[in-house]
């Protein structure tokens, strides 16, 4: 690799942060069983505690995104504990994300529920997860609906897209002005007929609905099969309504599989999209990358740690594309020079570069094995193992 090459991959390196998810460490399932890790973390404790390792090996996750009814089941009365967490273990709390899907009440939907009182629950929760991001200082509140329906015909569509519109303007009005509101969008599951907000036009027009610190949030894995992201992307970031990413890998629909373990270059495309876009108005997008992933075969926290690693290597590829060769090839029509560019910056190999960056740190040059050889694995699992068996026996 040339040294100028060698210079863009340690930039963007220096640039690029990445949120990972409280609940990637804890024991989570499918519709049909949950195998239960000896090792999982069950506590918000264990949760800072393992979330800090990955930060610790890799340094470049200081912040962990907290599920409120997961994280802070007392709401405001947990702050003060999270943010003890949050210093003991060199980790701060990230993205806020009210649940809107878990309680019994929502059968109907949240925001959407044809029941007022119901509505009105689902607001008072959202208002106070806006506080609870306040106390822990945490900038964006991400909000993710189960809302929909499953058979034609059973729920008025147009009213609850009212609804949606009134209820997320009055949550935003409870914004302090430091903090933005990330609204996500999922195609279908839960609901298997229609979903409120189910693509990213929809996300886009209850953003500009809610108000301007509402932006819209791509989770890689809430598309149906081929469609096409990183246009969305740039799409949206023409419109500077990108907020963040969920990033995931699947195979067929949600599946929370690794990061970049299916399709490692449409992640580049997307990547190269952002910068591309930032090299040209010469401004940083504020994007919040966030993993969303949570494992239920592989060891949770070394998923975490190759997935970083992934998104590590896949961001630092799109920053070789030389975009500024590459507006000319696209202005001159030169296809095949266009689309070369970009292959041969995804096949440049930026792993030497990446290593050579963590060392210039002090980082260990490979943090999943470093990760292995702590010792830290074997002592958690010590600790947790007959808890998590208990957990079994409840959870039949
Ligand atoms: C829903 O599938 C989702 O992507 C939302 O972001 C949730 O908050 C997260 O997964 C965890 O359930
Ligand atoms: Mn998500």
């Known amino acids: 690799m040339r040294s100028q090459e060698t210079d863009r991959v340690f930039q963007s390196l220096e640039e690029f942060r ?14 049909f069983g949950k195998f239960t890790q000896a090792a999982a973390a069950t506590t918000p404790e264990e949760k800072f505690s393992d979330a800090g390792q990955v930060h610790l090996l890799t340094g470049v996750c200081p912040t962990v995104a907290l599920h409120v009814l997961w994280d802070l089941p007392e709401g405001i009365q947990n702050t003060d504990k999270v943010n003890k967490l949050a210093a003991r273990y060199g980790i701060r709390p990230g993205s806020i994300n009210p649940n809107l899907f878990q309680d019994q009440v929502y059968k109907y939907g949240s925001f959407g529920n044809p029941d007022l009182s119901i509505r009105e629950q689902a607001l008072r929760h959202v208002k106070e997860s806006i506080e609870i991001a306040q106390h822990l200082n945490s900038r964006d509140i991400s909000l993710w609906f189960a809302d929909g329906s499953n058979y034609p015909g059973t729920a008025n569509i147009r009213q609850r897209k009212r609804w949606f519109e009134e209820y997320l303007r009055t949550s935003h009005a409870a914004l302090a002005p430091y903090q933005r509101m990330l609204v996500e969008y999922k195609p279908f599951e839960p609901a298997f007929y229609h979903t409120d907000l189910a693509d990213w036009g929809m996300s886009l027009l209850m ?16 598309h149906y099969l081929s469609q096409n992201i990183e246009q969305i992307v740039a799409w949206l ?3 500077n309504m990108l907020g963040g990413f969920h990033f995931n890998d699947r195979r067929y629909a949600d599946d929370d599989l690794t990061m970049g373990s299916i399709d490692p270059y ?52 799109a920053a070789l594309v030389d975009h500024k060769k590459l507006a000319e090839a696209q202005n001159d029509a030169d296809l095949l020079g266009a689309e070369s560019i970009l292959q041969d910056a995804f096949a440049t190999d930026v792993r030497p570069a990446i290593q050579e960056w963590r060392a210039s740190k002090g980082m260990p040059t490979d943090p999943l094995n470093a990760f292995r050889e702590s010792g830290y694995l074997l002592r958690i699992t010590k600790e947790r193992a007959a808890r998590n068996a208990q957990s079994v026996s409840s959870y039949a």
Do not use: C
């Open 18 to 31: 990445i949120e990972i998810p409280s609940w990637g460490f804890a024991n989570t399932g499918t519709r």
């Open 237 to 239: 970031l023409s419109e």
């Open 266 to 317: 449409q992640v580049f495309r997307i990547f190269n999209e952002i910068l591309f876009f930032e090299r040209e108005t010469g401004k940083r997008a504020d994007i919040a990358y966030m993993i969303d992933q949570s494992h239920n075969l592989k060891n949770k926290i070394e998923a975490m740690i190759q997935t970083v690693v992934m998104a590590q290597q896949l961001y630092s590829k």
């Open 207 to 222: 953003a500009r609905a809610a108000g301007p610190r509402a932006k819209v949030l791509v989770d890689t894995g809430h």
